[in-house]
């Protein structure tokens, strides 16, 4: 079987480095799946959990503010922030997110709507990517 | 001539400013240790950031606002600096160099701002009166990304903005554990991109060109900001560590004249006692 090697890249430094035989991940326009020997390609990336397959299981990473880098056998993920499930502090991101929800709901004129969706989208993520299965 | 009780006196007191500076200097270079790991750390990003923009601007005649020179009416100067003193020359290097660029460049307030980083920054365009658009105090030793994201990106957004034409940023490289140098580098708009280390072969984008420059561009503005920080807090530590450590030396330095004077006088204060002895024991006989 063909393989990949991913490396996750964010600015506090390498999160990850291996090799899968394949990633899925979310662009900002619709789901990408990468399998070895895909053309060169660099996209965004949503605030969105990637998905790295291979024989032994697979690995979830929450990731935000990132793009793609792919060469056919090559993939970059740099980010701002990716975490892996177990470096995720789950009671952080609940309260994130019930925060976010409560300034959302508040009519107020004051708060910066987008900023808000930005860091509930974000804590959901976390917590999706959190959920062990 | 000093008394011996004044001579004992700063003694102590010297030796126990040495015991603080000599902790300090400790301090420091653990914390230097860990912000060049940092440092390090935030290479393998900034790199291939580097070389994906560069190789997207490379093979593109996308344009973007970024890219763009445009007549500078106002212009942003980020200053990195400590939140205490006790750093040697670091602050009052930038601080001086913030201070000469501006009176050279600039006839009044309205063409430039200042983006503060650090409580000496702060302060001292608040007693010179420059105006400061943002400003941010007590960064951690080791600051995270996180940490920086919002001033950096509203930075980056006064930018988008049109607020300010043109992005400085002044702190001091890291060069070694005893030399740290003033730089200046511009940021925005994005000129002299090293298109050489971009790779050569031809990527799909997805949207399109335009779009991915529009998400990467501010995300590498961003980046560069945060890796001069780094660069900064690693410099910071080390001047501190060097002016600790000629701290420590120069009170060892103190404290070996004023024991050799504070022997001396114990010396004559003996001889003299022992005059004095003979001289009312000869009196007697």
Sequence with gaps: MKTLTVSVVTPDG???????????????NGELGILPGHIPLVAPLAISAVRLKRDSGEDKLAINGGFLEVRPDKVT????????PSDIDVARAQKAKERAEQRLRS????????RAELALRRAANRLEVAQPR | MASLRDIKKRIDSTSKMKKITKAMEMVSASKMNKAEQNAKA???????????????????????????????????????????????????????????????????????TVIAIGRMAVDFCKKRNFPVAKSIIGLPDQPSFAFIKDIASETVQMYSDQEIDKLVIIYNHYVSAISQVVTTNQLL??????????????????????????????????????????????????????AMKSASDNASDLIDDLSLSYNRARQAAI???????VGGASALE
């Design chain 2, 189 to 242: 708009p994005i000129e002299n991109m090293d298109t050489t280390t971009g790779s050569s072969s031809q990527y799909e984008y997805e949207p399109g060109e335009e779009e991915i420059l529009a998400v990467l561009l501010p995300q590498y503005a961003e980046s560069l900001i945060y890796g001069s920080l780094l660069d900064a807090k690693a410099s910071e530590h080390a001047a501190r560590m060097t």
């Design chain 1, 77 to 84: 993920i740099l980010a701002q922030s990716a975490e892996k």
């Design chain 2, 271 to 277: 001889t003299q006692e022992i005059t004095e002895i």
């Design chain 1, 107 to 114: 009519n107020d004129d004051h708060i910066d709507r987008l």
């Design chain 2, 42 to 112: 935030f290479v393998p990003y900034s790199e291939k950031m580097q070389e994906v923009v560069a190789s997207i601007a490379k093979h593109t005649d996308a344009t973007h606002p970024m890219l763009q020179t445009r007549e500078v009416k106002k212009t942003g100067y980020v200053a990195i600096t400590a939140d205490s003193g006790l750093a040697g020359a670091y602050n009052a290097n930038i601080l001086r160099h913030l201070n000469n660029t501006i009176q050279k460049n600039h006839d009044s307030s309205d063409e430039y």
């Design chain 1, 14 to 28: 390498p999160v990850l480095e291996d090799t899968y035989e394949m990633v899925s991940c979310k662009a900002e």
